[in-house]
């Protein structure tokens, strides 16, 4: 997969940008603030996802402007393709002339992956967080998986109000059963669709890490489930494996209503990662951990291409100069199958490039060097 060609017009700072991309790398330098990361969520939109710094559509828009326009034309194994995506009060997309229902629907057609400083914290971070890189991961692969992600939000806010209310009113205690019912069902699929991912996401995470480290470390992954065991995971839809978990579900019932949330369930899950048998999060180096992190987005790229047939724009904002020489030395010349949009403040980060293209963002305006 390639993108070709990145037209805005309003969107954030930037100045009416064409942006045509080469294969492989292309280096955008500029100081802060002067519109890098901007160009960068311009691309990842059309994924069909959210930007990827939580900003609301109607904050996308050029300050004093009332909506924003984005159009690109990118090449996969089908054929060229051209994307158009415009907020004029609310969002709406076009896939070669053709309206969209939802602008979720080009996540069946470009695949990207984004990288940024605030990801080599992943180890180290929230659960939250980890479960969130696991939803975005997943969604690009499976389009269902967000749907029953939405679901399972839904009935789990209606069980949780629920929780809150049993104390003052206990007749209502026994409806709860008809949303753990639900929640069970939906918990079981999504539980599921994380064991596979995260067991085919290994293979690919041990060899790259293998390579950032040269051959000295050995990294692991597992699913924490706080419903299922390691030693009995989720891996089939089953009446006794929904059972399993409709039954954690009440056995944690009184617990949940004196404090009233759920207390398990894929909302409480955890990523755990070890280098060495040893957990990375708890025991490794701030270097250990941004190699854990680097090799987990690189492997979410390999496994993406993998399942669709398709290499993955990688976006990589602003990571240079987070990184030592090793792994800097890693991006610039092992991605070369793949093409890359990397951003940085300083050239010199750059300096072991054997092959790219250099842009300059400045004040909104891009320019070829």
Wanted: with cysteine.
């Amino acid at each position: 997969m390639k993108l070709d060609i990145l037209t805005t017009y309003q969107f954030r700072n930037l100045k009416e940008i064409v942006f045509e991309a080469q294969p492989g790398i292309n280096i955008i330098y500029g100081d802060n603030a002067q519109g890098k990361t901007n160009l960068m969520e311009a691309i990842w939109l059309f994924t069909g996802a959210k930007s990827f710094r939580g900003a609301k559509e109607n904050e996308l828009a050029t300050i004093g402007k009332q909506g924003y326009k984005l159009y690109c034309e990118f090449t996969n194994s089908e054929r060229k393709q051209a994307a158009e995506l415009w907020y004029e009060g609310s969002k709406k997309a076009r896939l070669n002339g053709v309206p969209l229902k939802s602008a979720g629907e080009f996540g069946q057609s470009f695949f990207s992956v984004a990288f940024s400083p605030a990801d080599l914290q992943l180890i180290k971070e929230t659960p939250e967080k980890r479960r969130h890189f696991l939803d975005t991961a997943i969604s690009q692969l499976k389009p269902s998986y967000q749907n029953y992600l939405l679901q399972y939000g839904k009935v789990l806010a209606q069980r949780n109000a629920l929780l809150k209310e049993v104390g003052r009113f206990p007749d209502l205690r026994p409806t709860i059963d008809l949303w753990d019912e639900q929640l069970a069902k939906l918990g079981t699929i999504l539980t599921i669709y994380r064991n596979d991912y995260v067991a085919k996401l290994s293979v690919f995470l041990k060899e790259i890490y293998l390579g950032i480290s040269s051959g000295e470390e050995q990294i692991g992954i597992s699913y924490l489930s706080s419903v299922f065991t390691t030693n009995d995971p989720a891996m089939k839809y089953t009446d006794s494996i929904i059972n399993n978990y409709y039954n954690v579900l009440q056995d944690k019932l009184e617990e949940d209503i004196q404090t009233g949330f759920t207390s398990c369930g894929i909302h409480r899950d955890d990523l755990e990662f070890t280098i060495n048998g040893i957990s990375a999060r708890s025991f490794g180096s701030q270097g250990q951990q941004r190699s854990c992190a680097l090799a987990l987005k690189l492997a979410e790229s390999k496994l993406l291409a993998t399942v669709t047939g398709e290499e993955p724009v990688m976006l990589l904002d602003d990571v240079m100069s987070e990184l030592d020489v090793r792994r800097q030395d890693y991006i610039l010349n092992h991605l070369g199958h793949q093409q890359v949009v990397l951003t940085c403040c300083d050239l010199s980060n750059t300096l072991r490039l054997k092959s790219g293209n250099i842009y300059k963002m400045e004040n909104g305006r891009l320019t070829s060097l």
